[in-house]
């Protein structure tokens, strides 16, 4: 199960932070990932989070702005995203998903590019406007 977090309404210049918890068969995946998707458009990857190394990748629209984590302490099951510089167009439903079959995660890794069909678990997502 993932559960989401953290997600409202925001100025633009503003911040925001969204949390994923993850529980049950997700709690060890090998990577986490957080997808958005505005009405009308396709499902987007923004931020993932490869748990076997620490490594992570973006999606060029939120570099530098946004940064995904995992908490290093007793609740490593949780993703934080960070997000800052809020821009009108981050409106969105954003999804915490997690699970990247081998064969998938070694493609990432190697071009740091991924898509919703990457990844197996989904949460329910949370919703981010900003005015």
């Known amino acids: 199960q993932l559960v989401e977090s953290g997600g409202g309404s925001v100025q633009a210049g503003g911040s925001l932070n969204l949390s994923c918890v993850a529980s049950g068969y997700t709690d060890s995946s090998n990577c986490i990932s957080w997808f958005r998707q505005a009405p009308g458009q396709a499902r987007e990857g923004v931020a993932l989070i490869y748990t076997g190394g620490g490594s992570t990748f973006y999606a060029d629209s939120v570099k530098g702005r946004f940064t995904i984590s995992q908490d290093k302490g007793k609740n490593k099951n949780t993703v934080s995203l960070q997000m800052s510089s809020l821009k009108p167009e981050d409106t969105a439903m954003y999804f915490c998903?997690?699970?990247?079959?081998?064969?998938?995660?070694?493609?990432?890794?190697?071009?740091?590019?991924?898509?919703?069909?990457?990844?197996?678990?989904w949460g329910q997502g949370t919703q981010v406007t900003v005015s």
């Open positions: 998903a997690a699970e990247c079959p081998i064969g998938n995660m070694v493609r990432i890794l190697k071009t740091r590019t991924w898509g919703p069909a990457d990844v197996t678990y």
